[in-house]
């Protein structure tokens, strides 16, 4: 498996916008982080995207992620979930819906923010074509078993 970091910023991204701390006037580019994601090469093949915060085009361009075969969302924090729209370009090249997994609570928040994609209006490629599953216990997903393990955020 290969994990691949997309971002390990804070939800703000660093540097913070206004700040004039050390490290958001570094040079370093150490110290540019996009908000928190991750892309993980399963062992099976599969690409799996933990998150898809705001940041997600800008994260897959300079990553180079051209594929995602299911979306696994750790809470529904704006900084986690708002990059949802960018899933569009991948349903464009493999025409399929792509699987969202998380807790019950996360997949009702999807629901109310993007309420846009769960109502019929326009054909085309205007919206995420998405498959919402609630998980709350260890479960099978692109050939990987996953546990999930709830944190207090």
Not at 95 to 116: M, N, S, V
């Amino acid at each position: 498996m290969k994990i691949i970091f997309l971002g390990t910023g804070t939800s703000h991204g660093v540097p913070v916008i206004g700040c004039g701390c050390p490290v958001c006037r570094s040079k370093n580019p150490k110290d540019k982080r996009l908000r928190p994601a991750l892309f993980i090469e399963l062992e099976s093949g599969g690409k799996l995207l933990i998150d898809t915060p705001p940041d997600l085009r800008q994260q897959c361009l300079e990553r180079r992620v051209g594929r995602v075969d299911a979306v696994l969302f750790t809470h529904h924090h704006n900084d986690r979930i708002t990059g949802l729209d960018d899933l569009r370009r991948f349903n464009d090249m493999y025409d399929a819906a792509i699987p969202c997994l998380g807790p019950r609570q996360t997949l009702d928040e999807i629901r109310k923010k993007f309420r846009y994609i769960f109502i019929r209006t326009q054909t085309g490629g205007g919206k995420p074509k998405i498959a919402l599953r609630a998980v709350d216990k260890p479960f099978e997903l692109l050939g990987q078993r996953i546990v999930p393990l709830p944190v207090y955020h």
